[in-house]
């Protein structure tokens, strides 16, 4: 099962280019899964909530669907960041696409710095989706920094977290290779770079999209700044046995009644 991430310097704004720019990257290889990153389509650093707005789309939008034709012509799944408009607001999400359309939408839940002040938090618990190419979970970007995110989804069975990034804390493709191994479950990051400096903020994204196996081994990583695509061959069977030794069981092995976060003196 050939998984794929992929990077390049969103151009804010621009999702036309965004969008075709992704297309190049894709057609190189082929892959069953690709990941791409975190508002791949809009670019992240928003001046104001207008232009997340005028950014934004349905999670059935336009560009969904373009993916949702990419995904069925080829016959691949696929997992991309954007800017979610709904009822209630917007939300920074990701939408997972198979070759028989969208399969769910994530929003992400925990904002990172200003997306505070345009985007509302995700409503919704993280979930595994069972696909023909096996068990997919999604989080995006600085979930990372919550061990809980991986963990829940390790625990809902997930064999493969997608995780769509705009990655600017440098310790990030790091702390994925743990992620992995505690969890005993294969990780695919998509991060983007280059630089963009908007209204007195400036941000710059650090590459390094990574792919790690469930054991921790690095399977596939992109340089720091270059465009480009990496890939890797997963078997998500690994990513069943959760057995460290005789004794010791990723899963099986914790003590939950102990994990109280009350603590009596
Ligand atoms: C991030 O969550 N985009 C750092």
């Given amino acids: 099962m050939k998984t794929i991430v992929v990077q390049w310097d969103c151009r804010f704004g621009d999702p036309e280019f965004n969008f075709s720019r992704a297309m190049e990257l894709m057609e190189r290889e082929t892959a069953d899964i690709y990941v791409l990153p975190e508002l791949c389509l ?3 650093n928003f001046k ?3 232009e997340v707005d005028d950014l934004s789309e349905e999670s059935h939008g336009a560009y969904a669907h373009k993916f949702m034709d990419l995904a069925r012509s080829r016959n691949c799944f696929l997992a991309y960041g954007f800017a979610e408009k709904a009822s209630a607001g917007i939300y920074n999400s990701a939408n997972l696409i198979g070759p028989d359309g969208l399969i769910g939408t994530y929003r992400k839940i925990h904002l990172f710095n200003r997306e505070t002040l345009f985007f509302l938090p995700g409503d919704r618990p993280f979930r595994v989706y069972e696909t023909p190419v096996g068990k997919l ?3 995006v970007c600085f979930d ?3 061990p809980e995110s991986a963990r829940t989804l390790a625990l809902q069975g997930a064999e493969l977290i997608l ?3 705009n990655l600017v804390l440098s310790w990030c493709p790091d702390a ?3 992620h992995a191994l505690w969890n005993g479950v294969f990780t695919a990051t998509s991060n983007r770079i280059g630089r963009e400096d908007r209204g007195g903020h400036v941000f710059e994204y650090i590459g390094r999209s990574i792919i790690y196996s469930p054991q921790g081994e690095l399977l596939a990583e992109a340089p720091l700044e270059q465009e480009g695509i990496c890939s890797a061959e997963l078997d998500l069977s690994l990513a069943r046995e959760k057995d460290l030794n005789e004794y010791n069981d990723r899963i099986q092995s914790r003590q939950p009644e102990f994990y ?3 603590s009596v003196t």
Avoid: A, C, T
Wanted: aromatic share 24%.
């Fill in 42 to 44: 809009s670019g992240y």
């Fill in 48 to 50: 104001d909530k207008q």
């Fill in 137 to 139: 979970g999604l989080m």
């Fill in 144 to 146: 990372w920094f919550f």
């Fill in 163 to 165: 995780h769509p990034s």
């Fill in 176 to 178: 994925m290779r743990y």
């Fill in 260 to 262: 109280s976060d009350i």
